[in-house]
């Protein structure tokens, strides 16, 4: 009788572990796209006080999961793409890029381009969809 609710058991927690893994790998992928997010609106206002003198003032940086970002330099719209670590990160969002487009009012926006190496709608945070 106990070795049969011992397979009950670990046979219920193999189940469980089926939906927690890519439940978890999702949560973890999430997260790390975040920084990216982050990274392009801590530059907003430098982008906005370069905005006055006419142009979005350009420049690259990086982060521990974001690889580079990189900001137009041309006029407004001002954009911020996005590229994700190819090693460090979940492979859910491994060297995927993502373009925000600066709005007039600051908000960032995503901009979808045709590229399949584009960073899926489940990892952007909705705010910026």
């Known amino acids: ?25 999702d949560y973890i992928a999430r997260s790390q796209a975040t920084e990216g997010v982050a990274m392009a609106s801590g530059k ?16 690259t940086y990086s982060g521990k999961y974001v690889q580079t970002m990189v900001i137009s330099t041309g006029n407004a719209p001002c954009t911020f793409q996005i590229t994700y670590r190819t090693t460090g990160t979940s492979n859910l969002i491994s060297g995927k890029k993502l373009l925000l487009s600066m709005g007039a009012n600051g908000s960032l926006v995503r901009v979808v381009d045709a590229t399949n190496t584009t960073l899926s709608d489940k990892y952007v945070p909705k705010a910026n969809q």
């Open 1 to 25: 009788m106990e070795c049969i609710t011992l397979m009950i058991v670990v046979a219920i927690i193999g189940i469980l572990a089926a939906f927690a893994i890519p439940a978890y790998q």
């Open 44 to 59: 907003k206002t430098d982008v906005t006080d370069n905005l006055q003198n006419g142009n979005c003032g350009g420049g």
